[in-house]
């Protein structure tokens, strides 16, 4: 059997589509030409999605030589670089995985959990009474400094300043085309891509004399994440190169600031939106105050509803819509087959929206995650298989603790009520407006009463 159907349009209002309303189009896919479509893109590739528990399962475990994500990623290179993980295939991914994983996973979360509170508390003071203001911009505010703190161990100085004032440059989305169309297209004199490629160069030099001084003065003792990446060894014994070590704190950047700000943003609406819920968060919340007003953080592992709220964010707002697979070797899925070269794309937006898989799929429900197991097939905002999001791990603490702080500091309401709006913003699904909100009171700092005999 051939491909599976999918729409007729030019290849040019695919792309178009694509760019500029992909939920609705993905939604518009699936009722006219059931699980799994095809959409054309022309050069840019044929994508066939599926949204299946059971068919994302055969994309996410099959032989990841014959379904190859590095390869679907490689657009990205100039962005991340060609080392990677996540352009990387086969023995050289498994490599870099194996050395990332340890510093990002594990007892190490709960070091890092007070930058985490720390920016947070600082952001929230910066916050405006009264006059609206987008979260997102906050979010991004935070999390870049616990980039710069537990990713790149820095404190305040000339380095921390001369990388921050770089990184929010480079930081401004580059060229939507960028992330579907060959460089090759769009490198020309005075276009946007350039400009992107000197904000890139500015950083690498920033960051290149980061490892040059970080060498010189040696990790011994050190806790950050970059110094844990350098003091590694793979099986052979040897460490990442210098390029090696530039690709993966680009791709940490790039992958861990704008999608935790998105996601963060994306919570906060939802809550908003959702009074009751919002309601729950707060009894759960009183709990876990420390002395401070703030989040207890040796309270975070109990706070299982604070857990949920993330999840389900998370399920009705993915920052991704898709994750996509080079196909290698001849595959068939559903009964389609899909010739080499073509692209297997798990559905992240859709499969979450499966009423098949969720209850009342549209309403923001946490409690659908309290003590639930979860299907890894049907919840897959980090992606899944052995390619699933190295940084899973440190981006759910970090929204809990992002989330709990801040919601323990501040009381807003949305500047307009109603659904917020989803917007593309480069690869992300961003709230339109980045969660526009007004700051009604500032929270002040309570003591839990002492409990008496």
Known sequence: MSLPPGSRLPAAAQIAQFTFRPLAYFDECLARYGDPFMVDMGPVGTYVGVVAPELIKQVFTADPDALRAGEANEILEPMVGRNSVLLLDGPRHIRQRRLL?????????????????????????????GAPFAVHTHMQEITLRVILR?????????????????????LKPPPAAMTFVPVRYLDFPLSPYRTFVRRRDAVDRVLRELLRDRRARGTD?????????????????????????????????????????????????????NPEVAAKLDAELDGARGDGG????????????????VKESLRLRPILPDVVRRVRAPTRVAGYDVPVGANLMPCIYLAHQREESWAEPRRFRPERFVGAKIDPYAWLPFGGGVRRCVGMAFALHEMKVVLAEMWLRARLRLETPGPVKTVRRTITMAPSGGTRVVLTERRRPTRRPEATA
């Open 150 to 170: 537990a990713v790149f161990g820095l404190d305040e100085g000339e380095t921390m300043g001369a990388l921050e004032a770089r990184l929010i440059e480079f």
């Open 101 to 129: 994983l340890p510093p990002l996973h594990g007892e190490r979360m709960q070091t890092y959990s007070r930058i985490m509170a720390d920016a947070t508390r600082a952001s929230v003071a910066r916050m405006p009474s």
């Open 221 to 273: 003792g050190r806790t950050d994440i970059l110094s844990l990446l350098m003091s590694a060894r793979d099986e052979e014994g040897q460490p990442m190169t210098d390029d090696e070590l530039r690709d993966e704190l680009v791709t940490m950047l790039v992958a861990g600031h704008e999608t935790s700000a998105t996601a963060l943003s994306w919570t906060v609406a939802c809550l908003l939106e």
């Open 294 to 309: 703030g989040l207890d953080l040796g309270a975070l592992p109990r706070l299982e509803y604070l857990d949920a709220v």
